[in-house]
């Protein structure tokens, strides 16, 4: 074992969250920080390149680990997969970048399960304001200035997705020109974290500016084994350095989990944090009995239909033979061309069930089909629709296999255990299915390839449990809440309940999914932590 360095702080995971600690921490407040990241650097050009985050997903490599679902009841058995970032800047580096926050309503509904402390919506914006350097969108609701670069589609939008937001609104879903003022209902083009044709990742807006910050050490490679403890407080982290050699680092102040909703509640209970008989079931010793460690999983998962186009509307056979060549140098010249997309230039919030309400879907037209595991054939031009699920009432779990930190969780995403869940997606699959019925979309719909045919509700619930999947956005499995709270895992302050010395500011702190893309809210959490962790915001008096 190598001999113990001592930091101010350590952050434990340099995803979005991590990343935006650790620069303020060292950048700002002049601290010594130790920054551990289980995976590696940024370094591949796939991870800048705003389209190359399609063949990271479909093919996926070393920046990324796919955590498999126990066998799931309401989906007929099927496992399913969530894929979580092994690269620094998270899931902000493999993302499909769009830029979103959620609603005044989901962030008020925190406030109000805390006492009305200080998590609303009007204390988020500040946060999201000094981070965002918006190229469009000014004040009262965007910062311009900051680290976080937003801007347009930087690839001028394709046919297929001028065509989905001109139906949407012969359809009754008006445009709107900001779905991020705290009123996200209608349709838009996506604003993402790119600029200048590249993606810009956590890491790239709060990390690459302090490269040559003697105060910042970043570990990769080296994943959090358990955090150590005198007595009630976390005093540093065990951690395998560079994957091999165990060794320890002691924090004088804080230790900040920024690990993500499965690896920090596995953090916690490995060090004894959790469901006391579970941990004594597999011999850890028990410090701490919080029951609602690892549970209050939630993710928004989706349903998608394919439709054959009469041509190329979109992006398909962008990516294979000469187009390929040509897009590529195209790119490298100019910084734009389909490269510079994101693939997917058009979102819509609304609620098939009950138009005009509180959003439950979100919509996505993405121009090409997408690939089918194991097919390698040229695939015929087409586009895949998406519809998301982004008010879910079902509630997952993990737990963990053994006492063993190589082991990967045992994870129940318990999607669509709860009969409105599906009934929400099955209204979202059917309003789908009324759009490639009207025009102007439907004037370059050849076919729908799936589902097919005239379907009963029950048929299209089936078709749902068939095909459901995950928009990559797992959060609240360390939720926050007050004391008197059985399930809660931090107080307001992101403090764990039990012990001192110990955060947690990810998105596992979420009571509830926010209605939107989560990677922005994040990044949110994480600055809001930081600032009440420094004093310079303070919690409301109860």
């Not at 790119?194 to 302090?210: D, E, H, K």
Request: with cysteine.
């Amino acid at each position: 074992m190598q001999e113990a360095q001592t930091f101010d702080y350590i952050v434990v995971g340099a995803g979005s969250a991590g990343c935006v600690t650790a620069s303020r921490l060292a950048g700002e407040f002049g601290a010594d920080v130790l920054l551990l990241e289980g995976g590696f650097p940024d370094s591949h050009p796939l991870i800048h390149m705003p389209a190359g985050f399609v063949k990271m997903v479909f093919n996926p490599g070393r920046f990324l680990v796919n955590h498999v679902s126990e066998p799931q009841p309401a989906l007929n058995g099927r496992r399913v997969g969530v894929l979580q970032a092994n690269v620094i800047g998270g899931g902000s580096s493999v993302n499909a970048m769009t830029y979103t926050r959620g609603t005044r309503a989901d962030y008020d509904k925190w406030d109000a399960a805390i006492g009305g402390v200080g998590w609303g919506w009007d204390d988020l914006l500040p946060h999201f304001i000094r981070q965002e350097g918006n190229q469009r969108l000014g004040a009262p609701f965007h910062g311009v200035d900051g680290p976080l670069k937003v801007s347009d589609a930087h690839h001028p939008p394709t046919r297929i997705s001028r065509a989905f937001l001109l139906t949407l609104q012969e359809m009754g879903i008006p445009f709107t020109p900001d779905v991020n003022s705290g009123d996200e209902r209608g349709a838009t083009f996506i604003q993402s974290t790119t600029y200048l044709g590249r993606r810009c990742s956590a890491a790239q807006a709060f990390i690459a500016p302090l490269e040559d910050n003697p105060r910042l050490k970043i570990k990769f490679r080296s994943p959090a084994l358990r955090i150590l403890f005198e007595g009630d407080r976390a005093v540093g982290v065990e951690f395998a350095d560079q994957g091999r050699t165990v060794t320890k680092a002691f924090a004088r102040n804080e230790v900040i989990l920024a690990a993500g909703a499965f690896i920090s509640p596995k953090l916690l209970m490995l060090s004894g944090i959790g469901p006391a008989a579970d941990l004594a079931r597999l011999g850890i010793e028990v410090k701490v009995d919080l029951p609602g460690v690892g549970q209050n999983m939630q993710d928004h998962n989706d349903a998608s239909i394919a439709v054959q186009t009469t041509a190329n509307f979109g992006f398909s056979g962008e990516d294979s033979g000469r187009r390929m060549l040509v897009n590529g140098l195209q790119y490298q010249l100019f910084r734009s061309g389909p490269v510079a997309s994101t693939g997917s230039e058009v979102t819509a919030f609304l609620n098939p069930l009950a138009p005009g309400g509180d959003p439950t879907i979100q919509l996505y037209c993405v121009g090409t089909l997408y690939p089918q595991p194991g097919k390698k054939e040229r695939q015929s031009p087409g586009a895949t629709l998406i519809a998301n699920l982004v008010a879910p009432k079902s509630r997952g779990s993990m737990r963990l296999r053994s006492a063993d930190p190589a082991d990967p969780p045992v994870i129940d995403a318990g999607w669509l255990t709860r009969v409105e869940d599906v009934q929400e997606l099955v209204g979202g699959v059917k309003f789908l299915h009324e759009l490639v019925n009207t025009r102007p979309f439907s004037d370059k719909v050849a076919r729908v390839l799936s589902p097919v045919g005239s379907m009963s509700d029950e048929e299209i619930a089936n078709y749902v449990r068939q095909v459901t999947g995950t928009n990559w956005h797992p959060v609240g499995s360390c939720r926050m809440g007050l004391e008197t709270d059985p399930m809660a895992v931090v107080d307001p302050a992101l403090r764990v309940h039990g012990v001192d010395g110990l955060r947690i500011f990810d998105g596992s702190i979420m009571p509830n999914i926010i209605s939107a893309n989560t990677n922005a809210p994040i990044m949110a959490i994480a600055d809001r932590g930081v600032s009440l962790m420094m004093g310079t915001v303070s919690l409301r008096e109860k």
